[in-house]
């Protein structure tokens, strides 16, 4: 969330790799039960096991290891004898580069079905599922979104910590001026506004959204920290399997945040399932990367590290 990028990742003595959740780049107010943080490094964790097939290994994890390790240990990810990757895994290892958040209004051309079942097929194999969303429900978790923002917006600690992750000029993390949304010029919006919002200063141009947004909600049956890591994990597939099929993506994460705030029940949530993530999809125009940390800066270099190419791996996993 906000382009924190909470991993730290570490290649361990056994030259396993190791997946940390960083609390110094927690949102304390946003996140308070660590949601967003286990779902980012899910994310990371995907890519990790993506660049591991790429090498011809078969990634082994053990996710959330036993309580003698630190707890901010989500992850420990071994190398296993494997087969070459296959064309599919090729084309989402390729479009980790092209994957970007993509704020912008999207035309109104409606996602195809095949593409929505190849994204539906990509949550469930990571033991999660997208519901994709029809018009009423899509209205109804837009005047969830619109509810939720606008009592964020009046929250001054919550607009605080927006203040340390959006258009602060910085080169390495958080969510740059041109990466932003335009101005919604009617509510409920499909993005959150945060021309509104007391992190941006300047008012940003208004600009019409999609009358009907495309959305799907991200779930998971359990609501534990192993389902958060695993969501992440499945957010990240379905995300790639889109930017392979040129589709875009942008996150509701508002009525998600607000319900972890408060620690309140997922009600007046009209579905059973557990929600891990908003995402609306469809067809925009080219958006630019946001900045990423140096790879020294998310990387721990153990013993091993140092022989039988190690090294060499870990820079190719956080290279994705």
């Known amino acids: 969330m906000h382009n924190t990028q909470p991993w730290q990742f570490c290649v361990a003595a056994d030259g396993s790799l190791e997946l940390y959740g960083d609390p110094g780049r927690t949102l304390w107010v946003a996140d308070p039960q660590g ?16 660049a591991i097939r790429m090498t011809g290994h078969e990634p082994l994890v053990r996710p959330l290891p036993h309580p003698e390790h630190p707890p ?26 092209r994957r970007h958040t993509n704020r912008r209004p999207f035309t109104g051309q409606a996602v195809p079905k095949p593409v929505q079942v ?45 203040r340390r992750w959006v258009a602060t000029g910085s080169r390495e993390d958080g969510i ?30 208004a600009a019409t959204y999609e009358r009907y947004p495309q959305l799907a909600v991200l779930s998971t049956e359990r609501d534990e920290p192993a389902d958060w890591l695993r969501a ?15 589709v875009s993506a942008s996150f509701l994460f508002e009525p998600i945040e607000l319900m972890d705030m408060l620690d309140m029940d997922p009600r007046p949530w009209p579905w059973p399932e557990h929600p891990q993530m908003i995402i609306r999809f469809g067809y925009g125009p080219p958006v630019p990367a946001t900045p990423r940390r140096k790879l020294e800066d998310v990387l721990r270099r153990g013993q091993y590290a140092q022989s039988e190419g190690t090294a060499e791996l870990a820079s190719e996993l956080l290279a994705a």
């Open 35 to 50: 949601r967003a943080l286990y779902l980012g490094c899910g994310a990371a964790l995907f890519n990790a096991r993506l």
């Open 232 to 246: 992440g994990e499945a957010l990240q597939r379905l995300l790639l399997t889109a930017t392979v099929n040129g």
């Open 176 to 205: 740059p001026a041109s990466a932003l949304p335009l101005r919604p010029d009617r509510e409920p919006a499909p993005v959150r506004d945060y021309a509104v919002s007391a992190a941006v200063g300047a008012e940003r141009p």
């Open 72 to 97: 901010t240990l989500l992850a420990i990810v071994a190398r296993g004898r494997g087969t070459q990757p296959t064309a599919a895994e090729r084309e989402l290892y390729d479009a980790i580069w």
């Open 118 to 162: 190849a994204m539906e097929q990509a949550a469930r194999a990571e033991a999660a599922s997208l519901r994709m969303l029809s018009r009423p429900d899509a209205e109804t978790v837009l005047n969830l979104s619109e509810r939720a923002r606008r009592r964020l917006a009046d929250d001054r600690g919550y607009q605080d910590e927006l």
